[in-house]
């Protein structure tokens, strides 16, 4: 079946660093979404990209997707404190999403 | 409130009782997910319906799993003779349904299920 993977599964950053996460997945896909979540939250949508070599910006946020729609990105320019969670990607290949494992960034002020 | 709510936030059982989660979608959602997340992991796809009518289980959902949408608005996620392992955040999300591939999922807060 389709997966998701995630990495770095952990980054530590100093307040004002720049903070990258990667996504692959092992199929194409039509969509991917990433999600943040805060520690004892819930996913919170954060951004949908569709089409192949799409990039989509958030304020510090800088959204990627890959050419051939199997890999994806995440940027977060000079962190902030709250910043600080769990990012995930999620493959859309059909109905349902499969989520990374995610990466915990977490940030020193 | 007009968010996806869940109920109970947290349940806390014995193995081998039965347990009922309860999930509120956003109103005019056609699409209601259910998922499961463990620490450390992102959350794993369990069975979603569209209305009422349920589309598709993952094999994660053994056959003391079992979920209902019976008027197509509010969900129902039973596990029956609980075991330790089923202890796990369980989520619900939901979505509009009348596209694919721009369909965007809102979760609830979630259930916490701790089986002693």
């Known amino acids: 079946g389709q997966q998701v993977m995630q990495i770095p599964q952990y980054q530590h950053v100093q307040e004002g660093e720049d903070f990258t996460t990667y996504c692959n997945s092992s199929?194409?896909?039509?969509?991917i979404q990433w999600y943040k979540q805060r520690p004892g939250g819930h996913p919170v949508f954060l951004i949908q990209?569709?089409?192949?070599?799409e990039v989509k910006k958030q304020k510090r946020l800088t959204f990627q997707f890959g050419e051939a729609k199997k890999n994806s990105s995440l940027h977060i320019t000079a962190t902030q404190t709250t910043d600080v969670g769990t990012y995930f990607c999620?493959?859309?290949?059909?109905?349902?999403?499969?989520f990374g494992g995610g990466t915990r960034l977490m940030v020193k002020p | 409130d007009t968010g996806v709510s869940q109920d109970p936030r947290h349940k806390i059982t014995k193995r081998g009782q039965n347990v009922t989660f309860r999930c509120d979608p956003i109103?005019?959602?056609?699409?209601l997910y259910w998922y499961r997340q463990t620490l450390g992991q992102g959350p794993e796809f369990l069975t979603y319906?569209?209305?009422?009518?349920?589309?598709?289980k993952s094999r994660l959902l053994s056959d003391r799993f079992s979920a209902e949408r019976p008027k197509g608005s509010f969900s129902t996620l039973e596990i029956q003779r609980t075991e330790q392992g089923d202890s796990a955040m369980y989520l619900c999300?939901?979505?509009?349904?009348?596209?694919?591939?721009?369909?965007?999922?809102?979760f609830g807060p979630g259930t916490r299920l701790t089986v002693l």
């Open positions: 999620a493959g859309n290949a059909g109905n349902m999403l499969t």
């Open positions: 319906f569209q209305n009422e009518a349920q589309l598709e």
């Open positions: 199929t194409t896909l039509s969509n």
């Open positions: 999300a939901s979505s509009l349904g009348l596209a694919t591939i721009t369909d965007t999922q809102y």
């Open positions: 109103s005019e959602h056609n699409r």
């Open positions: 990209l569709v089409k192949s070599g």
